[in-house]
């Protein structure tokens, strides 16, 4: 592979000779990463300068074994087994980073990319979250969209005194139902799951907390204010509502677009805060929060003011662009 600053003069034999040379030993190794991450962000301006074009960039993807097969975290991303996106077993298999035995070393590096790891941030922004709502209720009414796994809702309810915290989770595929209930088996007294289109989905209670993790980032910006603006109206009067959605400076999208054909309406802060205001919230009840690593960010909208927040501890970092 070219050193970084031959990047720009990369050629289309380059391209296809790294990503050969790569599959024939059975994917990168660890001190590769560097140059794999470079070259696959290389393909859009090799695409507008007409260097490669779209029929090269299937013959590439067709090289490569390892999107051929479900059990890779890339394969599963490109195959869609369930029919849809981000589904509940690649997130659990990124939770428990579970990698294929034999496209291991493709996996690994899957594993290892900020959008991954910021996945797996995500959870444990929620694990925190729900402390931070037991430290100031007694007790915390969940309603959780498009649950997924629930891998996250199992570890918690492991950490906590369950009777404390009682959730509602509304997810529309019923296999993800069926494992999430194997996985949270200890606690069903517990959680309710409604098998339901979110989009169908209603409510006559309040909730103390709403948490959305993936599913606005499938969102183009009409959706995620009409539902913004519904799901606010199920937050009681010290109630927060708190949505994923992955920023603009996550560095693997290319990674995730043009070999898992894995898209998101990725934003930055600025932008969710619009969203927010244009969906009827007060300016001062939208804060917006991150992950470590700043790949995944939450919109976070509360029926106290942001001055509240602050008093309280609440961690968010002002508006920036990402």
């Not at 393909?43 to 097969?69: G, R, S, Y």
């Not at 430290?135 to 498009?146: D, F, Q, S, Y």
């Not at 599913?215 to 539902?227: E, P, S």
Request: neutral net charge; proline residues 3%.
């Amino acid at each position: 592979m070219r050193s970084p600053g031959a990047l720009n003069r990369l050629t289309k034999n380059d391209l296809f000779a790294f990503v050969t040379t790569l599959n024939k030993k059975g994917g990168p190794d660890t001190h590769e990463y560097h140059s794999l991450d470079e070259c696959i962000n290389s393909i859009p301006a090799m695409l507008t300068k007409e260097v490669i074009n779209l029929d090269d960039i299937e013959n590439i993807k067709n090289q490569c074994d390892f999107l051929k097969t479900d059990t890779t975290v890339l394969g599963h991303a490109k195959l869609k087994p369930f029919g849809y996106p981000g589904d509940y077993l690649i997130i659990d298999k990124i939770y428990q980073k579970k990698v294929s035995e034999k496209y291991s070393n493709w996996d690994q590096y899957a594993m290892n990319t900020a959008a991954v790891g910021a996945v797996r941030n995500r959870k444990e922004f929620f694990k925190t979250l729900i402390r931070e709502k037991l430290r100031e209720h007694k007790t915390v009414h969940l309603l959780n969209i498009a649950s997924g796994p629930a891998r996250d809702l199992k570890e918690i309810y492991d950490e906590i005194d369950p009777k404390r915290l009682q959730t509602t989770c509304v997810e529309m595929d019923v296999n993800a139902i069926n494992y999430a209930k194997n996985l949270c088996s200890n606690y069903l007294s517990q959680i309710e799951f409604i098998n339901q289109n979110i989009f169908k989905f209603s409510s006559k209670e309040k909730f103390d907390l709403i948490w959305s993790a993936g599913l606005f980032d499938y969102f183009n910006d009409k959706i995620f204010i009409q539902f913004t603006k519904r799901l606010q109206s199920y937050l009681n009067q010290n109630g927060e509502m708190v949505i994923g959605n992955f920023s603009r400076s996550n560095p693997h999208r290319n990674y995730m677009e043009i070999f898992g054909e894995w898209f998101l309406n990725h934003r930055n802060a600025n932008e969710l805060l619009e969203l927010a205001i244009r969906a009827g919230v007060d300016k001062g009840k939208a804060t917006v929060d991150q992950e470590p690593l700043g790949v995944n960010l939450f919109l976070r909208v509360n029926n106290q003011t942001a001055d509240a927040l602050h008093r309280q501890g609440i961690n968010s970092f002002p508006p920036r662009v990402s």
